[in-house]
């Protein structure tokens, strides 16, 4: 199998075609439509070059850069014709990053590539198409048979390409669900769920027909597309009012799951939903429990959720925390229970917990001695969900930022989820925008950028004007 990681001595075509890439940006749209002879010399010859790991690698790096890159759009469509078939795919990427063309220009190039004989190629084709959105519905029935592939990773790319295409994948919902048959379903279950959830209102008869199949498998991915699809997925009411009779445990809690978010259309299911809170196992309790609020807004079993706390199973415990930080000041009476949490052996517990306090507000104040603690915990999750909660308890910002300000210097998701809840806290954190704005110069990578953009904007919006951000 060829792996496309390209030799070191492809580094100096990367800096050639960056340092190209910035000036060309600069100009304005009249220059931008001159050739620039230097660059063709320097950079884009790479496209043709003999070896197909550099062709491949320019062609990633120009759709990293995306619009950007439209200097290079005529060379990229004269690489479709590519001799390499992984190349012509990641062209294709290219294209579609940099010039957004009909999908009529490259679905050719990539419904061939689903045929090829080596995997990574059809794999990679998937991942492509799927880039597409409802715009590559036209290749929805090549998807569709590439579900029946030999190998796994090209089956698990054609699945998330149809719920990436979404309502317009909706005639392939059967031939998902029949992957339930598949060798392997406990590997593509969740996207395989993920994906059928995508395709909307189109799909729920054949959902709904599914959650009274012999097949636990096809039942169980059924039940948790349609509570993926909220109150789109009312037509299927009365089939999830029965699942929650049904002999697995693990599709019970997922037909409360969907009713609950179906909400107030689903409230003929409210007096078995109400039946299930006595249920044998504790996740499906929590479930009925909180689906009964999200549809009559009802308080009644909040004790339960409280108790679920101290459940033996750590996944009802904290599916109890999270059903409590949705409920925010409906769940004050479990303030107390939510503070004893915090000490819960289990760190994704203790997360959810400081969430729902923070959710509950100024009414969870008796929970502040509990949560100082947690913002020198070495779990830094748990201290940033600790110092925002505290923020929300208290109205106070000063020592919270203390704590959220040394998690900007991390490179992974806890400094996304930082400045997130740094711009949340608003013009109270106007001390941290120096470090905000040195980041966002700094910082390349999309998500963080993105993050950081927003938090200014919150926290000064003038001063958001004055760098470019809308």
Not at 20 to 49: I, M, S, T, Y
Not at 294 to 313: G, M, N
Not at 390 to 419: C, F, I, N, Y
Not at 439 to 444: G, H, L, N, S, T
Request: proline content about 6%; charged content about 25%.
């Amino acid at each position: 199998m060829r792996v496309y990681l390209g030799p070191f001595l492809f580094v100096g075509g990367i800096c050639l075609v960056l340092s190209a890439a910035v000036p060309v940006a600069a100009q304005d749209k009249k220059q931008e439509k001159k050739k620039d002879p230097g660059f063709q010399a320097d950079g884009l010859k790479n496209l043709r070059h003999p070896d197909a790991n550099i062709r491949y690698q320019t062609a990633a790096l120009i759709a990293k850069q995306g619009p950007r890159a439209k200097f290079a759009v005529e060379e990229l469509h004269e690489a479709l014709q590519d001799t390499d078939p992984l190349v012509r795919v990641k062209v294709a990427e290219a294209l579609w990053k940099v010039e957004r063309p009909s999908p009529s220009v490259i679905l050719p190039t990539l419904q061939r590539a689903l045929k090829d004989k080596n995997p990574e190629v059809r794999e990679a084709a998937c991942e492509a198409i799927g880039m597409l959105g409802g715009k590559g519905k036209a290749a929805v029935p090549a998807l569709t048979l590439a579900l029946k592939d030999e190998k796994l990773p090209v089956v698990m790319a054609a699945v998330s390409a149809l719920g990436d295409i979404g309502p317009s994948a909706t005639e392939a919902a059967p031939a998902l669900l029949q992957l339930a048959g598949y060798a392997d379903f406990i590997i593509l279950e969740p996207i395989v769920g993920a994906a059928l959830g995508e395709m909307g209102e189109g799909a729920v008869p054949e959902l709904a027909a599914a959650l009274k199949e012999k097949s636990a498998n096809r039942r169980r991915a059924a039940a948790y597309a349609l509570g993926s699809m909220g109150p789109k997925a009312e037509g299927a009411t009365k089939p999830l009012t029965g699942a929650l009779g049904d002999e697995e445990w693990t599709i019970r809690s997922l037909a409360a799951r969907a009713l609950g978010n179906i909400g107030i259309r689903a409230k003929l299911a409210l007096p078995r939903l109400r039946e299930a809170t006595d249920d044998k196992n504790a996740q499906v309790r929590v479930r009925a429990a909180f689906a009964v609020w999200q549809i009559a807004a009802d308080t009644k079993y909040v004790p339960l959720l409280s108790r679920s706390l101290e459940d033996e199973d750590v996944a009802a415990r904290e599916l109890a925390c999270r059903a409590l930080a949705t409920m925010a000041t409906d769940a004050k009476p479990a303030s107390g229970a939510l503070c004893k949490a915090l000490g819960d052996k289990a760190p994704s517990v203790q997360q959810a917990a400081a969430q729902a306090i923070g959710s509950i507000g100024r009414s969870a104040k008796d929970c502040v001695v509990s949560l100082r603690p947690l913002l020198q915990d070495k779990d830094r999750t748990l201290r940033l969900h600790a110092a925002f909660a505290l923020w929300q308890v208290t109205g106070e910002a000063k020592e919270s930022l203390k704590a959220l300000r040394p998690l900007l210097a991390e490179e992974d998701a806890v400094q996304v989820l930082a400045v997130e809840k740094i711009g949340a806290i608003g013009p109270a954190a106007r001390d941290l925008l120096p470090d905000l704005v040195r980041a966002y110069r700094e910082e390349d990578g999309e998500a963080i950028r993105r993050a950081l953009g927003d938090a200014i904007k919150k926290i000064d919006p003038e001063l958001a004007g004055k760098l470019g951000l809308r």
